[in-house]
């Protein structure tokens, strides 16, 4: 079968016809671009307009339509960082500590099992490769009630526990699926050499995969940062109480108590909890696409 | 090679080289531990439930089929059902109908490739958070940004989230908003399309669309096929949305009662863990239903050249 997908360094293909006329094809390309922008205008419209409006009063907001801003307006800011009893950051910090959590159990986990899966032989190792993809499919639902139930024997409610501890376990197939097409790529003559060296695999897990998969490594944890940063089933189900809220709870509690009437604030806060998530797009994105380009992503 | 390659590949090469078994079992550890302990030993654990009812402070009591029996006769399972496909089968075509269109507009050499391939993905960033919830949920209120819009047209609005007719389209919207990821996976497949084969097409005299036709579809089918699987099964599952949107309830007149959302209101509202579980299991059938008609079905229209 051709690796359709994992060779995305081959040579990009030239335009196969040249354009007879070159008028032609330059109005050709100007309908092009036109409708590029159109669409993504569109498409980036309401969050503009959601940043635009977090610095508007909140009496002139839904008066508003456009993306012109008459006067800046911070307070919806500060009535929003201050609209509960603990400061917006301390929802963001909560949130930093289940992500940092979760990418580091990732990163670590899913890099051993991908070493194991790509690099050794052991009995059954198709058969188990298999059961990794299908777990890869499977939705969560079916696993959280007595998942739930199992964590709160644990007294695990209420802590980040259930939502770190599974990533220590490598409980993202998707990731072990990434960085196992990664390791296949590195040169097998690379452990060979490490090998006659007297290496076993610790060292050459440590010594050479990990230092060559670095790519792979790096789109994990960004993915991780936003999925985690994002995910709000897991987190609705464990953090019960507002002291362990992390983001999307915080903003989920701020929208039903003030039943829709201060809109600068919440869309002031909205924006904050985006800002994060569009960063590291913005840093990470070379990964993200790399990454998606090579799995399929989600 | 993506996923489900990966699973039709399996049949395939025989091992070679000694096993390494303790090595192995060294470095798989947290992935069996995860593999037994929170994946497997759960879904064991479900479906022993499924057959029981349970609400976490007695122990479970076996009702044999009596929650699939329930189901027989739950208008609102019904209900939530019937949303469901619904949203599954429109917004996924519409979805990978515009990534596809949207990646072969990009693919043909367009200056500021970058640029629009970062706008477009962005949204399938952004899309599964709360913050996007709650502005869609303005965007389509009755003073919201779409009505306005609509004005520009001459067209009058009207709360589009809480007419139970129309309050699923814009979920099915938000989902087709995120088309990004797929397009990335599109742009992708497109890239790895020989050039000789169009060149070859150009000789013959093939017009554009038919190259689009002949060339470009058949060879990408394989990446249509991974897409349509992956999609289906996320959109399945999708929760937050009509969370947010719908302030939990489903509503209005449970129009966006997603499978997800109504079985999140038995387990964890009424602690209905027993029913839970077997919409878990019920919802894991039909996603498994699901995937394996695609993998039926993509043997006669999915193009593999090995």
Redesign the interface.
């Known amino acids: ?8 360094a ?8 040249r354009p007879v006329r070159r008028s032609r094809g330059r109005v050709r ?1 100007f309908c ?2 036109l ?2 922008v159109a ?2 205008g569109v ?5 503009l ?2 940043v635009v409006s977090s610095l508007r009063p909140n009496d002139e907001i ?1 008066r508003s ?1 456009g993306l012109i801003l008459a006067e800046l307006e911070t307070g919806n800011y500060e009535a929003g960082w201050n609209a509960f009893e603990h400061p917006f950051g301390y929802f963001m910090v909560n949130s930093a500590i289940v992500v940092l959590g979760a990418i580091i159990g990732n990163l ?2 899913c890099s ?2 991908a ?3 790509a690099r ?4 059954g ?2 058969w ?6 299908l ?16 964590f ?1 024997e644990f007294g695990w409610v209420n802590t980040f526990l259930p939502l770190i501890v ?1 990533k ?4 993202d197939a998707f990731f ?2 990434l960085m196992v ?1 990664f390791i296949r790529g590195i040169p097998r003559e690379l452990d060979e050499a490490a090998r006659i060296d007297g290496a ?2 610790p060292r050459i ?1 440590l010594r050479i995969v990990l230092p060559l998969m670095v790519p792979a490594l790096a789109t994990t944890a960004i993915f991780t940062f ?2 985690t ?5 897991s987190q ?2 464990y953090l019960i109480d507002p002291d362990m809220h992390t ?2 709870l915080a ?2 509690a701020f ?2 108590a003030q039943a ?1 009437t201060n ?1 600068g604030a ?2 002031a806060m ?2 904050v ?2 800002l994060p ?2 960063l590291v ?1 913005l840093f990470g ?1 070379r990964f ?2 790399r990454g ?2 090579t ?4 | ?3 489900t ?6 049949r395939g090469d025989r ?7 303790k ?3 060294w ?5 069996f ?3 037994f ?3 497997l ?3 064991a ?2 479906f022993y ?1 499924s057959f029981t009812d349970y609400n ?1 402070l007695q122990p479970p009591e076996f009702t044999g089929l009596g929650n699939f029996e329930r189901m027989l006769t739950d208008e609102r399972l019904h209900s939530s059902l019937g949303v469901t496909f619904t949203y599954v089968l429109v917004s996924v075509p519409l979805q990978l109908g515009l990534a596809l269109a ?1 990646a072969v ?2 693919d ?5 490739l970058a640029f ?8 399938s ?2 899309g ?5 919830a ?3 949920r ?2 389509f209120g009755t ?3 779409f009505n ?2 609509l004005g520009l047209f001459g067209i009058e609005g009207r709360g589009w989230i809480s007419d139970p007719e129309t309050a699923l389209s814009t979920l099915i919207t938000l989902n087709v ?1 995120t088309f990004g ?1 797929p397009m ?2 599109f ?3 497109l ?5 000789m084969y ?2 070859a ?2 000789v013959d005299g093939a017009s554009p669309l038919r ?1 689009f036709a002949s060339v470009t579809l058949p060879l990408l089918t ?2 249509i096929f ?2 349509l ?2 999609q289906i ?2 959109a ?2 999708s ?2 949305q009509a ?2 949107v719908s ?1 939990g309830t489903g509503g209005p007149v449970d129009s966006t009662l997603f499978f ?1 959302l109504f ?2 209101q038995r ?2 509202g009424n602690f209905d ?1 027993g029913y ?2 077997a ?3 019920l ?2 059938v039909i ?1 498994g239903a699901f ?1 394996a008609i695609n993998f039926w079905a993509s043997k006669y229209w999915v193009y ?3």
């Not at chain 1, 081959?10 to 016809?17: D, I, K």
């Not at chain 1, 799995?295 to 989600?298: A, L, N, R, S, V």
């Open positions: 079968m051709t690796d359709t997908l994992t060779r995305t081959a040579p990009r293909r030239e335009s196969a016809v390309a092009k671009h409708l590029l669409c993504a498409m980036l419209y309401p969050v307009w959601m839904f339509p670590i986990a051993m099992a070493y194991g899966f050794l032989e052991f009995t190792r198709r188990w490769f298999a059961v990794m993809l777990t890869l499919m499977l939705p969560i639902h079916v696993i959280i009630v007595p998942q739930y139930v199992l709160s599974p220590f376990l490598a409980t072990v699926f097409q076993g695999h897990y936003i999925w940063w994002n995910d709000f089933f609705l189900i983001v999307p903003l989920r929208v039903d829709g809109w919440t869309f909205s924006t909890s985006l998530v569009f797009f994105q993200l696409l998606i380009a799995t399929g992503g989600k | 090679m993506t996923a390659a990966e699973l039709r590949g399996l091992a070679k080289a000694k096993p390494e078994n090595a192995a079992f470095f798989l550890l947290p992935w531990l995860g593999l302990a929170v994946t030993g759960p879904m654990a479900s439930l976490l949207l507009l990009l043909r050499g367009v200056r500021g629009y391939r970062s706008v477009f993905y962005l949204p960033l952004l599964a958070s709360v913050a996007i709650v502005l869609w303005t965007v003073e919201g940004l306005e819009g908003w990821s990335v996976i742009l992708a497949g890239r790895q399309i020989p050039a169009y060149e097409a150009a190259r394989p990446i991974f897409n699987v992956l099964i996320n399945f599952q929760f937050t969370f947010i302030g997800s079985l999140y387990g964890f863990m839970a579980s919409l878990a299991w919802l894991l996603i995937t593999y050249d090995d």
